[in-house]
Every structure is written in C-alpha cells, then in structure tokens.
C-alpha cells in the first residue's frame, strides 16, 4: 500500500505562480509515471502533465509553457511548477502515481486527495 500526500494548493492572481508538491510513502518498492490531474466543477477529470522516472514529461497543450513537473525520484515527489496562472486554471488537481508495492511487486494506481487551486481577482 502507498499513499500520496499533497500540498501547495491555494488562491492566486490571475498572472500568479504556485507550486503543488506530492509525496509518496508506503511500501514502496519502485514508483513508475507521477503526474498531475485537475477535475474543475462539472468537468471531467484531464491529465495536466506526467513525468516518467526517466523524467520524460508530457503536457496537456493547455498548460504547455506555463506548468513545469519535476520529481526526485529517491523522495518519491513530484512538483508541479504553475506559472501565469489563468481563471480557467481553477480546479481541484489530484497527484497520480503507478507504485510497485514490495509485497506483491505488482503496480498500482494511486491518487492524492486532491488539492484545489483558484485563480481569481
């Protein structure tokens, strides 16, 4: 079993920068892809950006430019850098990790509890 815990969220200026951080813990064997999810009201939960544990990255086209993920991979973290945060940027954003657990040395999905986001004047 892993859990994320997440931090960063808030209330922004539009133009403002935040940055969301998620830790995995647990029985950890090895964590594969993280990511970043956000689901705003009545919409469907979309992918943000993900990062490999190569660091290969890949980026809803929405945020290109703008959002920057990292992680460190001997922490089990990932971040999400936002910068010139938009009104349409406000949502609830989730952390994503594929865990292989050291009991079963099988991967799972696992999800944060989300953190929201609001940028607003």
């Known amino acids: 079993q892993a859990q994320l815990v997440e931090s960063g969220g808030g209330l922004v200026q539009p133009g403002g920068s935040l940055r969301l951080s998620c830790a995995a813990s647990?029985?950890?064997?090895?964590?594969?892809?993280m990511g970043w999810y956000r689901q705003a009201p009545g919409k469907q939960r979309e992918l943000v950006a993900a990062i490999t544990s190569a660091a290969s990255t890949n980026y809803a086209d929405s945020v290109k430019g703008r959002f920057t993920i990292s992680r460190d991979n001997t922490k089990n973290t990932v971040w999400l850098q936002m910068n010139s945060l938009k009104p349409e940027d406000t949502a609830v954003y989730y952390c994503?990790?594929?865990?292989?657990?050291?009991?079963?040395?099988?991967?799972?999905?696992?999800w944060g509890q989300g953190t929201q986001v609001t940028v607003s004047s």
């Open positions: 994503h990790a594929n865990v292989v657990g050291t009991a079963t040395l099988l991967s799972s999905n696992y």
């Open positions: 647990g029985s950890i064997f090895i964590v594969n892809a």
